[in-house]
């Protein structure tokens, strides 16, 4: 069926839907040239419309050990060629199939480059996906629909989970974890125990863990300040290891200011330089807002930042035990030399 991507800026990019529900949501773009099944399950994409801008999609098919979820929270996918012919030794079937049965509305045969370049130019906006007929009053109704902000409460695990067997018992508090985050912590030697976002501080304390791990999440970081406050709680009493949004939560409880960046940084090629080595990583991004350096404490040492903007992408206070990234370091897809962030925790761990 035709279908249509509608920015709010009134823009139109035509393609073809595979079902016809429609789709309302922020419209980013990804620059990974593969890791599109980690990216269509990354949690942290809730809400969010994903352009992808490599131009083949779906082409070495599907395989369920890469989820980063048990299901999609994207708002939508868009794409350039939906490959229906995949290819892959381990491939379990296609990417059109797992759209389709997870009800994600999907625009394909999209210039996807049009598309991004009017966000490049623009900025991040508000988009719908619709039949290319769809009546302009119900188009307009559809704009109405206010975006949803408190994301972290719908991916959040509903109970208290526990995983592996390790020697460090890490405390993981999930605003919407990816799947790598966890499997990385088991090979370091840890066990999990997994809290809802919204578990207090008290209660994550109480069973005397290690260290504590704050997850990537999707939404504003100002959306959640009762997540902020509990984090406050935290500091100080346990090494305490962040990542994305849970560098934002760090950064917010410390007195930090977040502010929200033009288009955002999400790929897979983004490289990032860990300013105590000198030594430049190619690292794997989701991120819309960042928290301003120039805002936070003086005991904050930066130790990451972006090289192609000079943002902040990670930091530490060592009188605190705080360590913690905006990038995604659980690497998949993508180099695995980020691993070396979850040793320095587990050493922090040790130390403590
Ligand atoms: N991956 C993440 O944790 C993203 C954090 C936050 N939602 C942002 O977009 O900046």
Request: hydrophobic fraction near 35%; glycine fraction near 10%.
């Amino acid at each position: 069926m035709k279908g249509v991507l509608i920015l709010e800026n009134g823009q139109k990019f035509y393609g073809n839907m595979l079902m016809k529900e429609p789709a309302v949501g922020e419209v980013v773009f990804n620059t990974g040239m593969t890791g599109y099944q980690e990216t269509f399950t990354d949690p942290s994409y809730a809400g969010q419309i994903i352009t992808m801008t490599y131009p083949l999609i779906g082409n070495y098919g599907l395989f369920h050990e890469i989820e980063q979820a048990d299901r999609p929270y994207a708002a939508g996918f868009i794409v350039s060629e939906l490959c229906d012919e995949p290819s892959n030794w381990q491939n379990e079937g296609k990417l059109a199939t797992f759209i389709r049965t997870h009800h994600i509305p999907c625009l394909y045969g999209v210039d996807t480059r049009a598309v991004t370049r009017a966000i490049r130019s623009q900025g991040v906006m508000k988009g719908v996906i619709v039949p290319a007929a769809m009546a302009e009053s119900a188009v307009r109704e559809l704009f109405d629909t206010p975006l949803e902000t408190q994301l972290v409460r719908r991916v959040t695990t509903r109970e208290i989970r526990h995983m592996g067997s390790g020697r460090f018992h890490v405390a993981a508090m999930d605003y919407g974890a990816k799947t790598n985050i966890y499997k990385d912590f088991i090979c370091n030697d840890c066990r999990l125990t997994i809290f809802p976002a919204e578990t207090k501080a008290e209660e994550v304390l109480a069973v005397n863990p290690d260290g504590i791990f704050l997850s990537n999440g999707p939404g504003d970081p100002e959306d959640v300040p009762y997540i902020v406050e509990e984090v406050k709680t935290l500091i100080g009493k346990k090494p305490i290891f962040g990542i994305c949004l849970g560098l934002q939560m760090l950064g917010l409880a410390l007195g930090g200011k977040s502010r929200k960046l033009a288009f955002g940084h999400r790929g897979a090629n983004h490289p990032v330089k860990d300013v105590r080595t000198g030594r430049v990583y190619i690292t794997s991004q989701n991120h819309g807002y960042i928290i301003d350096e120039a805002s936070l404490p003086d005991t904050v040492i930066v130790t990451h930042r972006n090289l192609h903007d000079n943002t902040l992408e990670g930091f530490e206070c060592p009188d605190k035990h705080i360590m913690c990234v905006q990038y995604h370091p659980e690497a998949s897809p993508g180099p695995t030399d980020n691993l070396y962030l979850f040793e320095q925790f587990i050493k922090m761990m040790e130390e403590n």
